[in-house]
C-alpha cells in the first residue's frame, strides 16, 4: 500500500450470428480435444499455456501453499494418474493445495489446479480425491476457461456482451474470468460435462466413477449446511463451485452422465489410505497462517497477537485479517508492509498518507519491544475520518486502519480502533499452545459411540456435531458403525 486512497449490452440474436461468422471469418472454431465438438476460441494452446503459467505465479503469489510435503506429494500423485489418461496428458499439469479452510478447488488454463485444505476434509477416500481432481482436469482438457475467454473476446470485437453465455462483461483479460467461472463454476452444461470426462478418467486411471457421485453429494450437504449457517449469520455461503441446484439423489442427468461411463471393473476406493494421509491436516484455521478464538487473533510465525471487541466479526485471508461489527458499520484492516530503510514508524506513516490528507493526534507506541505510531488521517476537502497506525515489530512492518461508513460515528468507533490497535503485542508463552489450531485426528469407533458424545468434547465451536457428521459423510442423522474408522477434530 503506497497511498491511502478512499475515495451491459443485453444478448440477442445479433451478436450470435456475428460470433457464427467470426468462427470461420478468423479461423476461430478449431475441434475441443476432449468432446470432438467444434469450439469457437481465439486462444491457441500456445498462448493457454502462457496465459496459465502467468495466472498461476500470480495465484501463488496471493493464496497461501501448505507447507506439508508428504500431502502436497501425495495429491500431485493422485492428479497425474487422472490427468495421464486424459485427453491432453502432455500437459504440465501440477496440482497444489491451498492452506485455507475454505471448500473449493479450481483449474487455471495449463493444467494448474488448486485443491483447497477445507476440501480435503470432506472427502473420504483417494477416489473422491481423485474425482475432485478428475473434474477440474476435464475443465482443462474441455478447454471450458478458453471458450470462455473467446467469446468475450470475440463480443469486444462487435462492441457488444455475450453475458448469456460467457457470464463476464466485456473482458479480452483472462483475469476477468479468474475471478468468476474459473472459480465459481462454468454454468451447468459444462459442468455437467466436466463431471462426465472427470468419471471416464476416474475409470481408466482405476478408481471407481462412482466417486464423482459421492464427492457431489459430500459438498451438496456442505452446500445445504453452509448455507442455512451463513443465512443464521447474515452473510453469503462459500461453496465449492458447480454444485447444482438439485440433490445428487434426485439428478438424473447426473446418475446419467456418470453411468455412462465405460467401465471393465468397479474400481479402485482407497478409503484407508487417504484417511491416513490426512490425519493431522488443520481443520479451520491453521497456525500457519493464524487462529481465532474467542476474538483474540494468534500468529504463532509472525509471532503476534490482537484483541478484537466481541461483537465484531474476523476474517482472515492470505492477504490482510479483516474484521467489522455485526452491524457491519465500521472496518478494521491489518496487513504487512514493505520493509523501507532509515524510517521510524511516525515517518512511515506519514509516506502513506498524500497531500489530499492531513494528520492530527499523532501518538507513539511503545509494546515491549515493538515500536509503532499512530494518528488520525482526515481529508482536506471533507469526508470521512480514518484511524492508522504502524508498528514495527521483529524486523516486519504492520499497517492498520479503521474506517467508518458514516462521518457521524466515527468518533465512537475510534476507541474500538484505539483499543485493538492498543491490544497489540508479542504472543504471550501461555497462549503459543492454543495458536496450534485445531486438526483432524483418526479413531477407531467403539459400540456406543455416537456423533452426540464426539460432539461434547470437541474443539469445534459451532454446530461441532453436525460438522463431525458432514466430515465423515453422515450428514445429517447418520452415527458411527462399530470398528469404522472416524475422523474427529483435536
Not at 496428458?89 to 493445495?97: D, G, H, R
Not at 457470464?167 to 463431471?195: F, N, P, Q
Not at 491453521?286 to 474476523?314: A, D, E
Request: hydrophobic share 40%; aromatic share 10%; with cysteine.
Amino acid at each position: 500500500m503506497k497511498h491511502l486512497s478512499f475515495s451491459l449490452s443485453p444478448y440477442n440474436g445479433t451478436v450470435l450470428i456475428l460470433l457464427i461468422v467470426s468462427c470461420f471469418s478468423f479461423s476461430g472454431c478449431v475441434v475441443n480435444p476432449a468432446t470432438g465438438d467444434y469450439d469457437f476460441v481465439l486462444m491457441s494452446e500456445q498462448e493457454e499455456l502462457n496465459v496459465g503459467s502467468k495466472n498461476n505465479l500470480k495465484v501463488r503469489n496471493q493464496l497461501a501453499i501448505l507447507d506439508t510435503q508428504t500431502l502436497q506429494h501425495y495429491v500431485q500423485e493422485v492428479g497425474l494418474k487422472v490427468a495421464r489418461v486424459s485427453h491432453r496428458p502432455s500437459l504440465p499439469y501440477q496440482f497444489t493445495v491451498v492452506d485455507s479452510p475454505e471448500v473449493n478447488a479450481f483449474a487455471l488454463p495449463g493444467g494448474y489446479i488448486y485443491v483447497y485444505r477445507g476440501l480435503l476434509a470432506y472427502l473420504n477416500s483417494e477416489a473422491e480425491l481423485a474425482a475432485v481432481l478428475a473434474h477440474e482436469v476435464a475443465h482443462v482438457t474441455a478447454r471450458h476457461s478458453v471458450q470462455q475467454h473467446g467469446m468475450s473476446t470475440a463480443s469486444n470485437v462487435f462492441g457488444q456482451v455475450v453475458a448469456a453465455y460467457t457470464g463476464v462483461g466485456i473482458a479480452g483479460d483472462l483475469t476477468s474470468i479468474l475471478g468468476t467461472a474459473v472459480v465459481r463454476g462454468y454454468g451447468r452444461e459444462h459442468e455437467l460435462e466436466a463431471d462426465g470426462l472427470g468419471a471416464s478418467y476416474l475409470a481408466k486411471a482405476g478408481y471407481n466413477p462412482q466417486a464423482m457421485i459421492n464427492v457431489v453429494k459430500v459438498l451438496k450437504n456442505h452446500e445445504v449446511w453452509a448455507t442455512k449457517k451463513a443465512e443464521a449469520e447474515g452473510k453469503e455461503a462459500s461453496t465449492y463451485h458447480g454444485i447444482f441446484s438439485t440433490h445428487p439423489d434426485n439428478d438424473k442427468r447426473l446418475q446419467e452422465v456418470v453411468a455412462n461411463v465405460p467401465t471393465k471393473s468397479q474400481g479402485k476406493v482407497f478409503s484407508r489410505r487417504y484417511l491416513e494421509k490426512i490425519n493431522g491436516l488443520a481443520f479451520g484455521e491453521s497456525s500457519s497462517t493464524g487462529v481465532t478464538i474467542n476474538n483474540q487473533f494468534l500468529h504463532r510465525p509472525m509471532n503476534f497477537k490482537v484483541h478484537f471487541p466481541q461483537h465484531w466479526k474476523i476474517i482472515n485471508t492470505p492477504a490482510r485479517l479483516i474484521a467489522h461489527p455485526i452491524e457491519k458499520s465500521a472496518i478494521f484492516v491489518m496487513e504487512q508492509g514493505p520493509i523501507k530503510n532509515g524510517f521510524r514508524p511516525d515517518a512511515y506513516l506519514k509516506s502513506l498518507v498524500d497531500q489530499r490528507y492531513r494528520l492530527r493526534g499523532g501518538q507513539s507506541i511503545h509494546i515491549g519491544n515493538t515500536i509503532g505510531y499512530t494518528a488520525i488521517v482526515q481529508p482536506k476537502l471533507g469526508g470521512s475520518f480514518i484511524r492508522l497506525a504502524v508498528f514495527f515489530h521483529e524486523g516486519k512492518v504492520f499497517i492498520l486502519q479503521g474506517q467508518v461508513k458514516q462521518s457521524s460515528t466515527f468518533a465512537s468507533y475510534d476507541v474500538e480502533f484505539l483499543q485493538i490497535i492498543n491490544s497489540f503485542q508479542s504472543l504471550p508463552p501461555q497462549d503459543y499452545q492454543r495458536a496450534e489450531g485445531d486438526k483432524i485426528k483418526l479413531i477407531k469407533a467403539s459400540p456406543g459411540m455416537t456423533f452426540s458424545a464426539l460432539a461434547k468434547r470437541s474443539p469445534i465451536r459451532e454446530q461441532a456435531e453436525l460438522q463431525l457428521r458432514l466430515i465423515n459423510d453422515m450428514y445429517p442423522k447418520g452415527e458411527p458403525k462399530v470398528g469404522q474408522w472416524l475422523k474427529v477434530i483435536e
